[in-house]
């Protein structure tokens, strides 16, 4: 007797299952909790009788037409990562385009990797702190480096100017990301087959024509994969603006995360508001990802769907043959 | 034909001068942060309120006794920290991998709809659920405990995710079929076969995984109210409090002694982290 017809189908469910409990428990029900009290009067730190607000979304209404931190911290978020990603995508694709041409043959590339990307793997907390600490005023190295290169004549009060603190939060996360960037790039213009720059290259294209001609469209999917992330990451910018300057001067670095633990733990303890700006912030996220991700998807899903197709023609072949 | 050669060589001489020079300033960029902490964790705050100074000064003992006497416990934020980020890597590459493997070896009716269902989850930010995480959570009596920062890395989407893409790559049915013809069971061929080839997938995630809860700061600091519990995260977020203003000394030696672990993991393992940041990148 063949054992072809033993089915182990429930052990995809069952392997399947911690994943899914845990999902349920600690993602799931906790995001549908939240946005439940997001339209609720649900605030302070005892636990009392909580009701559903007679309009469900005076919570939301509140936040976007009466509180203008809500829409500033808004504003931030996006002012801050896009200040910092701009320079970070660049500086990656210089990096990766030096790196990868074979003709520099750059030398002490894995040290520069390792360097350049030292920065992220450090807690952001210690890194928020002590960029506060070198900025400090009026005495602080930052300050003591701008006076010996007679850059100014006074100390600068870096953190009480909107402009620089803005300008500080983003070189932090542009300095802490570039690196990953750079390495993910990299990785993805080794994924090109050498074949094509081999062609390029007998076709007479210099390194200039080479980059921008079949390096970059190859890497379309990979720059919209750092795009994603990045997106999402910034979205949820925390630790650096909250231990930086908690959101000051003037709120100039609140970023909404940051609004949103104020909201709820700082004081306020006001747990509506805190679960209908998560809920805003969620949509957010959804609405940028499915554009983006509506970007990235003709190439992928027309692999997918190749393999799916190839894989039922095998069946039916395998089909035919039993 | 000789000019010109020569006139390449020299403009891609002079574009190298520019890179290495532009390279170099991003590496001194790089590290420039953290040496100057780690001169300043020597230093006095007179010192260090003079100006900045390159070379390593005497007052390290000063600082360190200042930083501990106002209970300052580095020790207990690693300890905490340790348990919490090794606890969410086990879970998270142990039980990511079975539902990889689920998701990759059998074929089951809802395969498809759960990966795609997976890829959704992946968009969802943390902060989309804390506020109700953290009600949960304190009605099941659970905050000041261990176990919330652990457990849900059972359900780490981008882990599965990186997993299934592995093993689609690496993981040949005919190893499985083999060990069921020998007699093993699912789950036995999924420890004993199948982890040990996920290996250089395991690590670079566990890796990635470690670190990420190493640095979270968001969730302990709203579940984590008692000092004992603290996380090393929360306890530099406090560095910079009222106690510390004027001791600046300790500020930088604190932030000294919660980088150099990192440091020395991060050299001893630059080359898999590396090498693991392209390999994430890559699979998407």
């Not at chain 1, 720059?223 to 990451?233: A, Q, R």
């Not at chain 1, 000051?248 to 306020?268: C, E, R, V, W």
């Not at chain 2, 086990?90 to 070896?105: D, E, G, K, M, N």
Request: proline share 5%.
């Amino acid at each position: 007797m063949r054992r072809k017809g033993i089915s182990y189908s429930k052990y995809g469910y069952l392997f399947s299952l911690p994943f899914i409990i845990a999902f349920l428990v600690f993602s799931l029900y906790p995001t549908l909790y939240t946005a439940f009290i997001g339209f609720t009067d649900m605030k302070g730190i005892i636990p009392k009788p909580v009701h559903v607000l007679d309009n469900p979304f005076q919570n939301f209404k509140d936040l976007l037409f009466d509180n203008p931190t809500f829409i500033k911290s808004l504003k931030n978020t996006a002012i801050i990562w896009v200040i910092s990603f701009i320079p970070q995508i660049a500086v990656a694709l210089l990096l990766t385009a030096w790196f990868t041409n074979q003709r520099l043959s750059i030398r002490g590339q894995g040290m520069f990797k390792v360097l350049l990307y030292m920065p992220n793997i450090i807690t952001a907390g210690t890194i928020a702190v002590l960029f506060s600490v070198l900025f400090a005023y009026p005495m602080g190295p930052i300050n003591s480096l701008f006076t010996a290169l007679g850059l100014s004549d006074s100390p600068i009060n870096f953190l009480q100017d909107k402009t620089t603190s803005r300008g500080i939060v983003s070189f932090i996360q542009f300095w802490m990301w570039y690196g990953n960037t750079m390495i993910v790039l990299i990785a993805g213009v080794l994924g090109i087959s050498p074949a094509l720059f081999e062609a390029a290259a007998i076709d007479g294209a210099n390194a200039r024509q080479i980059f921008f001609r079949i390096t970059l469209p190859s890497l379309r999917t990979i720059m919209l994969f750092t795009l994603v992330t990045s997106m999402i990451g910034g979205l949820q910018m925390f630790d650096i603006p909250q231990l930086f300057l908690q959101g000051g001067p003037d709120n100039a670095t609140l970023t909404t995360s940051s609004f949103i633990y104020n909201q709820a733990f700082k004081g306020g303890y006001m747990f509506n508001k805190a679960a209908a700006a998560s809920m805003m912030m969620f949509v957010i996220a959804l609405v940028l990802s499915l554009v983006l991700f509506y970007l990235m998807r003709d190439r992928q899903e027309a692999r997918m769907k190749k393999a799916l197709k190839q894989k039922l023609k095998l069946a039916k072949k395998a089909a035919r043959e039993a | 034909m000789e000019t010109i050669q020569n006139k390449r060589s020299f403009s891609l001489g002079l574009n190298k001068t520019i890179i290495y020079v532009v390279c170099i300033f991003l590496a001194l960029l790089s590290i420039f942060p953290f040496y100057i902490m780690f001169v300043n964790a020597t230093r006095s705050t007179a010192e260090i309120q003079n100006g900045l100074a390159l070379f390593p000064s005497t007052h390290i003992k000063t600082n360190w006794d200042v930083l501990v006497g106002k209970s300052f416990d580095p020790l207990r934020g690693f300890f905490n920290s340790f348990l919490i980020s090794a606890g969410t890597t086990l879970c998270a590459i142990y039980f990511s991998s079975l539902t990889a493997y689920a998701l990759v070896v059998y074929t089951w009716k809802m395969r498809q709809p759960f990966f795609i269902f997976i890829m959704c989850v992946m968009m969802i930010p943390a902060q989309a659920s804390a506020i109700g995480f953290y009600k949960f959570m304190y009605q099941l009596h659970w905050t000041n405990n261990l176990l919330p920062l652990i457990l849900p890395a059972i359900a780490a989407p981008t882990v599965v995710f990186f997993m299934r893409q592995y093993l689609l790559g690496s993981l040949s049915m005919e190893i499985v079929e083999a060990g069921r013809i020998d007699g093993a069971g699912e789950f036995f061929s999924f420890n004993r076969i199948t982890l040990p080839l996920m290996m250089p997938a395991l690590a670079t995630q566990a890796i990635f995984i470690f670190v990420g809860s190493w640095n979270n700061l968001f969730t302990p600091l709203i579940l984590l109210t008692q000092k004992e519990n603290y996380t090393l995260p929360i306890m530099v977020s406090l560095l910079k409090g009222d106690i510390y203003r004027t001791e600046f000394g300790s500020i930088y030696l604190g932030l000294s002694l919660t980088v150099l672990p990192l440091f020395v993991f991060y050299f001893l393992l630059s080359r898999y982290i590396i090498a693991g940041v392209a390999l994430g990148g890559v699979k998407e």
